[in-house]
């Protein structure tokens, strides 16, 4: 599927570096890519989406491809790794798993493997892996602490762990999967094997089965991060039944956060630790802490 290429919003100040920043370039089956940057650094978190968008997110911001430290990749599904090989240089790192890598054509020197007991410190970044279960070889998502900021992104995740929950608690930015809805999807026209991929334990996350972890991280969490709902069908959900379910299940507990359904095909939105509401960000992320108080499990 061809993945339409779309202009990038500039509409924030752009020429301030000095703060983290995150931008969404797409998030979806059609493509997933976000640009993460904090001062002279930036990296890529999958490349799923067109090579015009990303040249171009990154030209906005006086950068050109070269200029990436990194690029983060959670897993091979071709959503996440279309544009790769158009977006590797011979010098730029690719952070991902030893399965991951297996399945790409990732050079073995550009390789930097990564597991969940060994973060990675790269371009003033600390850089956690977070296994996840989903139909791929050696997935993950990432917990990125940079200064100032702890993001945390999981997507293309079929079921929960109960590790998972203390990046979320860490983080200023959540990125979760809100792929489905449980109903749409049982009553929707994707075949019957589809179905029980998309809602088994190695499919994809549901709007309830999100609602449901944010209402624990809001309840459990002395912060309040801001939340984007990743990874939306375009057939089994909705922007408005994404980000109605979690706000209901929030409500049942009598806590309030930002949410925001990402656009499946367009960059944006971005954010900063400004956009949180409380206006506090998190400088005592995990990687401050012992790592031993990180439970994450081996793969
Ligand atoms: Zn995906
Ligand atoms: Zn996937």
Redesign the pocket.
């Known amino acids: 599927m061809t993945v339409p290429e779309h202009d990038v919003s500039d509409a924030i100040d752009t020429n301030d570096h000095s703060i983290a920043r995150v931008q969404s370039l797409g998030s979806g089956s059609s493509g997933n890519a976000f640009l993460i940057e904090h001062g002279e650094s930036s990296f890529l978190l999958d490349c799923g989406v067109g090579i015009r968008t990303i040249i171009h997110a990154m030209n906005v911001r006086h950068q050109t491809i070269a200029d990436l430290d990194a690029v983060l990749v ?2 091979e ?1 071709i ?2 790794i279309r544009t790769l090989p158009q977006v590797l240089g011979p010098n730029i790192p690719v952070i991902a798993s030893k399965g991951t890598f297996d399945r790409t054509r990732i050079r073995d020197q550009q390789w930097l493997s990564i597991t969940p007991s060994a973060p990675i410190q790269i371009a003033g970044a600390s850089i956690w892996a977070l296994t996840v279960r ?3 070889a050696e ?1 993950c998502g990432f917990l990125i602490e940079l200064p100032g900021a702890t993001i945390s992104v999981l ?2 995740l079929g079921s929960w762990r109960d590790e998972l929950l203390e990046p979320l608690l860490a983080s200023d930015l959540i990125v979760l999967e809100a792929n489905h809805d449980l109903e749409m999807l049982r009553c929707g026209p994707y075949p019957a094997h589809l179905k029980r991929r998309v809602a088994s334990d190695v499919g ?1 996350l549901s709007n309830e089965h999100c609602g449901a972890v944010l209402a624990d991280v809001a309840k459990r969490g002395p912060r309040t991060p801001t939340v984007w709902l990743a990874h939306l069908s375009g057939t089994n959900n909705r922007p408005e039944v994404a980000k109605a379910t979690v706000d209901a299940a929030l409500d049942r507990i009598d806590r309030d956060l930002s949410i925001t359904p990402l656009p499946r095909r367009t960059p944006g939105p971005v954010w900063t630790p400004s956009e949180n509401r409380s206006g506090e960000t998190n400088r005592n992320g995990p990687i401050a802490r012992p790592a031993t108080q990180l439970s994450f499990d081996g793969i």
């Open positions: 959670t897993h599904h959503d996440h989903h139909d791929a997935p997507t293309d994809h």
